[in-house]
């Protein structure tokens, strides 16, 4: 595999990087991006695709960037953040732009939206969590921050963030993987698991919000 243009590497560093500073909501800052890029190349590796990985680099890099903006539909607005970012035509050509443009969009594909190209359906698949005790770390952060209006409990948190992944990961659920290597295969077994014993769940989500001090820190949350 080639590496990856240095120039255009430097450039995502040092201007998009750190525009995820300051958007960490419910895990979509900084260290999800770099794992997202690292899982993209992983797949790639395992399936043995033909695709220009500075491409699959920039969409990665800029697929949650809009999430501070609008949580709900921050697929759009960091498409929208990526094709204003007129640096980016020193990189690549008008069908490169478009084809990154519409795979940022497309990193939520499910069960009722299917991903439009292959680099689509990369980073939807790398955008994938493969750890069980991240994902509710991430679940249970973002359900709080969502609900913070309402006032929410520890356990009505945990609650939302039940309902939330069991409709995304449980048997049936909506959540699209295009190329499941074993990492993401054992992640979703274990997953399964842990949803079909509801109380189960609600210890190891009781347990991280411990950890997390989250009543404490949050006025929110009780």
Known sequence: MKEIN???KKYIALNVFEQYDINNMGGHGLDHIKTVIERCFEIIKAFDLDVDIDMIYTIAAFHDIGYRQDPDRHEEVSSEMFRKDQNMRKFFNDE??????????????????????IYGKIVSSADRETSVRNMLERSILYQADKHSSENPSVSQVIDYSYKKLSSKYGKGGYAKMYYPDQKYVDY???MQELLEDKEKFIEAERAIAKELKLGEKSEHIR
């Open 6 to 8: 240095k120039e255009l």
């Open 188 to 190: 979703l077994n274990t």
């Open 96 to 117: 490169q732009i478009e084809i990154i443009a519409e795979a940022i969009v497309d990193h939520r594909a499910s069960l009722e939206y299917e991903a439009r190209s």
